[in-house]
């Protein structure tokens, strides 16, 4: 199994419903990621949580909100997807010290979202 | 402008030829560099680690640092239609700060036979 899936891997969706994201990882880490990737724009960064009663946000938040259920488990929900939200959304998670890898992130496959 | 700036190509090499991959960045803080490797359909996958100034070498690869010039350079030698990906840079400061890596916005490289 891998270290950090992500599911839905595909998902199309209309625009003004509520989509939600989910990421678990078996990797232990205590912090975790979501990012978008869009053609020519790379990764930007949405939310990100270093234990489980830490939310924070990142460049892009706006039109997202996180829920960190446990510390294997981080979800992405957009509450009323709109079509600029076509992107490829992946999690990530690290651990450790800057030292010992806590800057090394370990990314799931994606989920690949279209809003129509 | 953005704090890493990398060229996103595509960059098209013969099979057997030495690639050169490259990111410039502007904040002198950073510490930690990073190569990550995305196929398509994939996420990424970290490729090279290194820290502060100077090279690493694995296998094929070589990881080149050079802090004066804020600039960062990944080799490729001989290298092969597998090599065919996204390849993204990042970089992160050591101290003072969350970590979290800066990304560029990944060279997409196609490596044809």
């Known amino acids: 199994d891998a270290d950090v899936t992500q599911t839905p891997r595909n998902r199309i969706t209309k625009t003004g419903k509520r989509i939600m994201l989910e990421c678990s990882q078996t990797k232990g880490h205590d912090r975790m990621y979501w990012y978008r990737q869009d053609p020519g724009l790379g990764l930007r960064l949405i939310y990100y949580?270093?234990?489980?009663?830490?939310?924070n946000k990142g460049e892009i938040s706006d039109g997202y909100s996180v829920s960190r259920q446990a510390q294997a488990k981080f979800s992405l929900s957009l509450e009323s997807a709109i079509p600029n939200q076509t992107a490829l959304y992946f999690c990530?998670?690290?651990?450790?010290?800057?030292?010992?890898?806590?800057?090394?992130?370990?990314f799931g496959a994606g989920s690949r979202l279209t809003v129509l | 402008q953005k704090e890493v700036e990398q060229d996103p190509g595509p960059l098209s090499v013969p099979e057997g030829a030495i690639v050169s991959l490259n990111c410039t960045y502007s904040?002198?803080?950073?510490?930690?560099f990073m190569w990550y490797r995305q196929y398509s359909r994939k996420g990424p996958e970290l490729l090279m680690y290194?820290?502060?100034?100077g090279n690493k070498e694995d296998g094929r690869f070589t990881a080149q640092v050079d802090k004066s010039s804020k600039y960062i350079s990944l080799f490729i030698r001989d290298s092969q239609p597998s090599d065919s990906a996204t390849y993204l840079c990042a970089m992160s400061e050591a101290s003072g700060g969350s970590y979290i890596p800066t990304f560029g916005r990944g060279t997409s490289l196609i490596v044809h036979p």
């Open positions: 949580s270093f234990d489980v009663k830490d939310i």
């Open positions: 904040n002198s803080a950073f510490q930690y």
């Open positions: 290194t820290y502060s100034s």
């Open positions: 990530a998670t690290s651990g450790g010290t800057v030292h010992s890898g806590a800057n090394v992130l370990t």
